[in-house]
């Protein structure tokens, strides 16, 4: 079993920045996709960012040159640097894990096992 837990939500104004963490523990594999999705009220979650194994980044495109997100290996934290925040990026924010390789969608929420409890971050206009 894997532990996902968040940190570094929190409230923010249109044009501002956070930046959030996810520390994993439990039996953790290279071959770890890791990725951060969220979800606004009212809405249905969605893959913002992925990285795989070997470090291969992919994003929505709704964030892309906005978010950036990291993994650091050997301690398995995974990171989401969010700058130029919009009130649009609100919502919670869930990290998510899966043991694979070649995922053909890796910002799809139906790929991901392993989920964490979620942070909230909320951008006001």
């Known amino acids: 079993q894997v532990l996902l837990v968040e940190s570094g939500g929190g409230s923010v104004q249109a044009g501002g920045s956070l930046r959030l963490s996810c520390e994993a523990s439990?039996?953790?594999?290279?071959?770890?996709?890791m990725a951060w999705f969220r979800q606004a009220p009212g809405k249905e979650r969605e893959g913002v960012a992925s990285?795989?194994?070997?470090?291969?980044?992919y994003y929505a495109d709704s964030v892309k040159g906005r978010f950036t997100i990291s993994r650091d290996n050997p301690k398995d934290i995974l990171s989401l640097q969010m700058n130029s925040l919009k009130p649009e990026d609100s919502g919670m924010y869930y990290c998510?894990?899966?043991?694979?390789?070649?995922?053909?969608?890796?910002?799809?929420?139906?790929?991901?096992?392993?989920w964490g409890h979620g942070t909230q971050v909320t951008v006001s206009s």
């Open positions: 998510a894990a899966v043991i694979a390789f070649g995922l053909r969608s890796p910002l799809s929420e139906s790929n991901y096992r392993f």
């Open positions: 439990g039996y953790t594999d290279a071959y770890f996709y």
């Open positions: 990285i795989d194994g070997d470090g291969t980044t």
